[in-house]
């Protein structure tokens, strides 16, 4: 599938670092999260937006779809920097994936599906509104976005999901073997919320809970991580926190609650 390039696309090139295997985390949970819109959908077009310096991301997120969700499933990675889309053809394999030049506004394309990741952590916190409903305008009936941040190998992740009417959920996922505690998650939340790790916003308040029901959970450490990061999300939950998700995605290191639970205030 070949995709027009748009006139001007919107948005500045970023530091582009990426690594294979990065967003596993990620998509891991796009595959079981959005599974159901992506089969469900008439096109299933997905754009990874801002795939970086290399197409490896790109890749094993059309790999992961195509394996476990839909297998006609299409991924367009999109830059701004035309010399990263250059260097990023031999990758490709239409037209299950190609690559194209753009930003926010999509290249013009309708997607089921966007990811975007470590792109708006280079913005400044004003901006990530706009960006936001630019992207979202230019999805298809029913499509999403997912939108965050991660450490540079991934073990350590944080994203909102949203559709067209706003944001509906943040998810925190952290490997577990490598967890000091919660609170390095702040070190990795979504543009939209890492100013906001301050006393008074609600993100501060659920951080700092996990990071106590963590430590209050010491004694589940010789049981292994998993046990205590189990113990962890369930002093929360049982705290009146609502999480969305339940014990098999806790098991996998993930928390994830309503974007109404921690939206700044």
């Given amino acids: 599938m070949m ?24 998509d891991n949970w796009v595959t079981e ?12 077009l997905v754009v990874d937006l801002g795939y970086g310096a290399t197409p490896v991301t790109a890749v094993e997120l059309r790999d992961r779809l195509a394996a476990r969700v839909r297998a006609d499933v299409r991924v367009v990675g999109l830059e701004i920097d035309a010399g990263r889309v250059a260097d990023a053809q031999p990758a490709a394999n239409p037209p299950g994936l190609t ?16 990811r975007a990741f470590n792109v708006l952590r280079q913005y400044d916190e004003s901006e990530v509104a706009g960006a936001w409903d630019t992207i979202r305008a230019g999805l298809a009936p029913g499509g999403l976005l997912v939108e965050g941040t991660c450490d540079e190998v991934g073990r350590l992740a ?16 952290a490997r ?6 919660p609170a390095a998650l702040a070190e990795r939340l979504p543009k939209a919320l890492i ?3 301050v006393p008074g916003e609600r993100i501060h308040d659920l951080l700092r809970e996990l990071d106590d029901a963590w430590h209050a959970a010491a004694g589940y450490a010789p049981f292994g991580p998993r ?5 962890t999300v369930s002093t929360v939950h049982a705290r009146g926190w609502p999480v969305l998700d339940r014990a098999r995605a806790w098991r996998r290191g993930r928390l994830t609650v309503p974007w109404t639970a921690i939206a700044p205030a």
Avoid at 176 to 181: A, D, F, K, Q
């Fill in 227 to 231: 046990q205590r990061w189990l113990r």
């Fill in 176 to 181: 577990l073997t490598t967890l000091r505690s």
């Fill in 3 to 26: 995709v027009a390039p748009a006139s001007r696309p919107l948005g500045v090139v970023t530091r582009g670092t990426t690594a294979a295997n990065r967003l596993r985390r990620v």
């Fill in 158 to 173: 944080g994203w909102v999901l949203l559709d067209a009417d706003g944001p509906l959920s943040l998810t925190l996922a």
């Fill in 99 to 114: 690559f194209a030049r753009g930003g926010f506004e999509l290249a013009g394309l309708r997607p089921a599906l966007v």
């Fill in 195 to 197: 100013h906001r790790n």
């Fill in 33 to 44: 999260t959005c599974a159901d819109p992506l089969r469900a959908a008439p096109d299933p």
